[in-house]
């Protein structure tokens, strides 16, 4: 307990959106979280490749330098805060830091769900801290909660909308009837959308966090190769509009849950009905939903992303460093800690992808033949998979092939998969592959 | 760093519904809790007048005492939980267990309302911990967000549905259009309402609530009496109903936001519009919003009270007060740390209730002859109180008094409470005393 210890200094890795907006935080309400915490945050070194490009912040006289390798290593820095982004350099500098015993707090959802375990393991044996509050949510505090303010808790599930840039493609389809492309590359002109949108709409990004927030609920890292995982790319309006009409959205929706085959993890275009408080979150906007088995139906909302939002995670994380540092302890038991025993003091089981059940909407171009519906029904059936409700719109007049949306009851993944493969295989039942979005109940 | 403690003692004292309930998650989540932490919370007593009735849970053998302060006293007792509510006894308890420089755990927001300056000094004179997540919000981590996950912020505003037993009661008055006094009866059979319900129906509760969360937003203690509190007592169905034709739903609304003439607290029945995220959050359920200067919009939400939510609450404080026990330091600094100097640095200023400055939701029962509504509206102009718009429905054809509402401009709360005095005190215009709702537009 060094109680004498009057500042903690930060290097700030990344000087790009979020980390100007991490420098302005700092500086502007340095004084109100200095009396907050009773010790000063204080910024030594702000590093990048590029620090001639205005970030809109006026960055203290000698702080920027072009190298981060020596702005971690000053004696005088003992917060290191990664916001590079990727799994190169950012991964290099995050375990020079953790070896230094010094604190990373990083951002970076994307390292964390692919090397969390060496990052852990390389926090463990440096006794230092790595804080990541700001890789899931954004500004919204999911991380602490369900860390910290949920610990009586076994996680039961968890249901996110984790990607502002998908919301807000949805939710601008859906309001304005506009088709994919269009939007997509409205939000790329906005900047909302990167100008290689992949992470984004194939489902990554999302899939990268709800790894993060499995591995915090169940205290192992979860690999994301159980994550099954899919976008929105080149979702049709018909089937916002279709989904609507049966009183569903679509949302990009994280997934993590116990289920009877062990934990299940899925990142999906997912019907919401629209009384589901998740339907309401709309545009770039972020929210989680959390079960625990003591506290019930809990839920987090907030901006998911941007320079402010994603500052005020990171700072969140740089006080709760700086109180652990200046006590002299580190802040809180890790994961890893936890890890080698799981949360129900054996190893964890994952459900595999295929192995998850859900009901499914499905939409065929079908031919508009009599017994067309009748053989797809029997191949579903084939694998276990029965149908809940058929809507079928009058065809127009000259029409080969019409839309036919089958709602499903509960089936595996697997078994979807297999059904869908051999429908489409079959010769000229439909046309093209069918379009599959989960349907959640929220048991 | 004391890192070889293992266990951190825990007595319990109150053991009514939430005792139980912190009894009972102690014990079914030990195991989770000690790997999620590293240190065991053991149970060393569980203290109450009543020791005999029924909670469902079996506390092991030797626990359970009438002796309060002997429990307390233990000297393997480290965090003591206060639930026995009240400001008598559970104060005595707090102070001594502070004084003898433990962790003092509690979800009592009356005592922290009305004492609370006098109990964060006794746990500094103490070099102990007050922790209170139970005391708001239920099983929601709201105090934690505040405190710790969004420390970046200046706080802008916090809007509340914070009373379980007001919600469901507005909420099964406006789906089943039923009369206050029927759902009050209701509630109070089903165990959602006390027996005397003043403390929760008239607002008090709340306006405590209200209190603390304005203490964590700007690090001073506030004065229950500059909290502007009014309850839901005799709603009128009819008000309801009017409301959801202007696209409103009526919520009791706790309000703590910066306004110009310094920070305002009131909880008022409020009108908000159905589009906002507050509207639907519906029976016993709690939502709280924050606005930050940083991180912008956040919302919490989960379930107000209870045993089980808020037993989540009690014992993620008991895990903090755990962790920073074995590592030998203080939680986090408190509130008043801050408190002299307020979170701008110098004394803050409380704008006076009756400064409170808001829109207007009024009904009159107005004489059905010419001239009333002039009249109404004239004395509304004299204190500066324009109107916005005008509804009167078609009167029952004997009808003497008609209801007609007003919803006001924004006006100041002392000038609205002066001019309806007037306006009752005219001879037979208006008949009884105007209905007068907050109309919140969330600015």
Known sequence: MSKDIKEIGVAVLGFGTVGAGVVETLLENGDLLERRLGVRLALRAVADLDITTDRGVVVPEGLLTTDGAAALARPDVDVVVELIGGT??????????????????????KLLAEHGAELLAAADAGGADLLFEASVGGGIPIIKALREGLCANRIESIYGILNGTCNYILTRMEEEKLPFDTVLKAAQAAGYAEAEPSLDIDGHDTAHKAAVLATLAYGQIVP??????????????????????????IKLLAIVRRGPDGVEASVQPTLVAHSHQLAAVSGVFNAVQVRGDVVGTTLYYGRGAGRAATASAV??????????????????????GAAAAGDAGGALRFCPPEAIRSRYYLRFAMLDRPGTLARVATVLGNHGIGIDSVIQHEAAPDAEYVPVILVTSAARAGELDAALAEIAAADGAVQGDAVAYRIEDFE
């Open 88 to 109: 190169g350099i950012a991964k290099k500098f995050i375990l020079q830091a953790l070896a230094a015993g010094k604190t990373v707090v990083t951002a970076n959802k």
């Open 315 to 336: 700072v969140a994380d740089i006080a709760d460093a700086a109180l652990a540092l200046r006590a002299g302890v580190r802040h809180r038991p890790l994961p890893a």
């Open 224 to 249: 994301l190769g159980k994550v099954r995982t899919a976008g929105i790319r080149g979702m049709d309006a018909a089937d916002i509009a279709y989904a609507a009409e049966m009183g569903y959205r």
